[in-house]
T-cell receptor
Framework: AQTVTQSQPEMSVQEAETVTLSCTYD???????LFWYKQPPSRQMILVIR??????QNATENRFSVNFQKAAKSFSLKISDSQLGDTAMYFC?????????????FGKGTKLTVNP | DTGVSQNPRHKITKRGQNVTFRCDPI?????LYWYRQTLGQGPEFLTY????????KSRLLSDRFSAERPKGSFSTLEIQRTEQGDSAMYLC????????????FGQGTRLTVV
């Protein structure tokens, strides 16, 4: 089964602190892409960070970084120096490709609140 | 280009009525996806187009659902004989060619069936 599990339905963090959102996934594929998407309240989903499974180096985008453990099928997101604008739903996803088709498989999301 | 555009943003309909949603992808993107998102859940895949060809349909897409992408540009998603269980946010996304491309999402159409 191709699934994504986000075990933290809600999290909160104080402004300027660091928070880590967890994600585990299950796939039989060897080459795939992993993503973290952010969905602010009433706004569209935007890509935060992506990771190619064949790359061992963890991806980093400014204050956002991932801890990718391929053997453990774990893909956590660390947000440093949290800002009020980081308040949103965060979805972990992987891209599944087969026979010319493709889709993103999403977790249920983690609602992150950054408190002033 | 201002990104992926979806219309309408909100739709309230009575049970049994038909509804149609429209998605305008980013102009150079040949890949288009529809997802459904219910409260407290992540988006679930419905269907995938490459240019005008519908290459994949989820089992979630019952016979009452149909999607088209004429000429490989905008796409429509129609739901016939709506049911209360169809109430959800319907998201459209598009991406370009290549293995390392990002999917850009629209703001979605929120459907409420009463």
């Amino acid at each position: 089964a191709q699934t994504v599990t986000q075990s933290q339905p809600e999290m909160s963090v104080q402004e300027a602190e660091t928070v880590t959102l967890s994600c585990t996934y299950d796939t039989s594929e060897n080459n795939y892409y992993l993503f973290w998407y952010k969905q602010p309240p009433s706004r569209q989903m935007i890509l935060v960070i992506r990771q190619e499974a064949y790359k061992q180096q963890n991806a980093t985008e400014n204050r956002f970084s991932v801890n990718f453990q391929k053997a453990a099928k774990s893909f956590s997101l660390k947000i440093s120096d949290s800002q009020l604008g980081d308040t949103a739903m965060y979805f972990c996803a992987f891209r599944l490709e087969w026979g010319g088709s493709e889709k993103l498989v999403f977790g249920k999301g983690t609602k992150l609140t950054v408190n002033p | 280009d201002t990104g992926v555009s979806q219309n309408p943003r909100h739709k309230i309909t009575k049970r049994g009525q038909n509804v149609t949603f429209r998605c305008d992808p980013i102009s150079e993107h040949n890949r288009l996806y529809w997802y459904r998102q219910t409260l407290g859940q992540g988006p679930e895949f419905l269907t995938y187009f490459q240019n005008e060809a519908q290459l994949e349909k989820s089992r979630l897409l019952s016979d009452r659902f149909s999607a088209e992408r004429p000429k490989g540009s905008f796409s429509t998603l129609e739901i016939q004989r709506t049911e209360q269980g169809d109430s959800a946010m319907y998201l459209c996304a598009s991406s370009g060619s290549g293995v390392n491309t990002e999917a850009f999402f629209g703001q979605g159409t929120r459907l409420t069936v009463v």
